[in-house]
């Protein structure tokens, strides 16, 4: 099974990196910060080879106040949340201004989907929804329109780029993200990036054991 790696950033995935370098089955692609950037990575690295499985994997910020910060789950639906537009203090989606059909391939109902249910499921990880942003979230209305409106549990600056690669190119994928800091937190002394980094690795790395194992 040919495996992919995919993080944003090297500081994101050390001891994945370490493993990968003594595995003929598994690559890494650091496609830097942002969608556009892991877009054009992801499409470059797919061109070039064939992949079983794409994992992606990174720290996130969490708009849950129950969850406990160092946490890791896996995203089962992800979206681009500031794509569209802020009017009179309301956001407003590109399917809410339908310049885009909501459920136009390779969207449902203006997210994009993880299919693999079994994948997910296999990875014992809590599933959750999350957001994209191309600016990290700061205000109060933001933070309660993603995580409350739209009931996402963590927001990155990749993960739909991600997916829509994937479901675009048909390629298995997994989106695995540790909770690093409570969005709108911008003190990093409060983050828990070591906490989250570290178990962000020990999980990607027992999940790519068990997989290849089955
Ligand atoms: O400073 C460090 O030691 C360090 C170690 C590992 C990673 C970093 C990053 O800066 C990673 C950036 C990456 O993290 C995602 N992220 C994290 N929190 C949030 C958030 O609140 N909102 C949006 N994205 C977040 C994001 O995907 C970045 O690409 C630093």
């Not at 064939?50 to 995203?75: C, R």
């Not at 407003?92 to 997210?111: Q, Y």
Request: with cysteine; hydrophobic share 40%.
């Amino acid at each position: 099974m040919d495996l992919l790696i995919v993080a944003a950033t090297k500081l994101e995935i050390p001891s994945v990196i370490q493993f990968s370098k003594k595995q003929d089955h598994v690559d890494v692609l650091i496609s830097g910060i942002g969608g556009v950037a892991t877009s054009y990575a992801l499409t470059k690295a797919l061109a070039k080879k064939k992949y079983d499985l794409l994992i992606q994997a990174g720290i996130a910020g969490s708009f849950s106040k129950e969850m406990a910060l160092g946490t890791t789950v896996v995203v089962g639906a992800d979206c681009f949340g500031d794509l569209g537009v802020v009017e009179n203090k309301e956001r407003k989606s590109v399917f809410d201004l339908h310049l885009l059909p909501a459920d136009k391939k390779p969207f449902s109902n203006g997210w994009l989907v993880n299919p693999h249910k079994r994948l997910l499921k296999a990875t014992g990880l809590k599933t959750v929804r999350s957001v994209t942003v191309n600016e990290i979230s700061t205000d109060k209305r933001s933070i309660a329109y993603f995580g409350t409106k739209l009931e996402a549990v963590t927001e990155s600056m990749e993960g739909a780029a991600f997916h829509y690669v994937a479901l675009q190119e048909k390629v298995p994928f997994l989106q695995i993200r540790s909770l690093s800091n409570r969005v709108g937190e911008r003190n990093k002394a409060r983050w828990q990036i070591k906490e989250s980094v570290l178990d962000l690795n020990q999980t990607v790395l027992k999940l790519v054991h068990e997989i290849r194992n089955k």
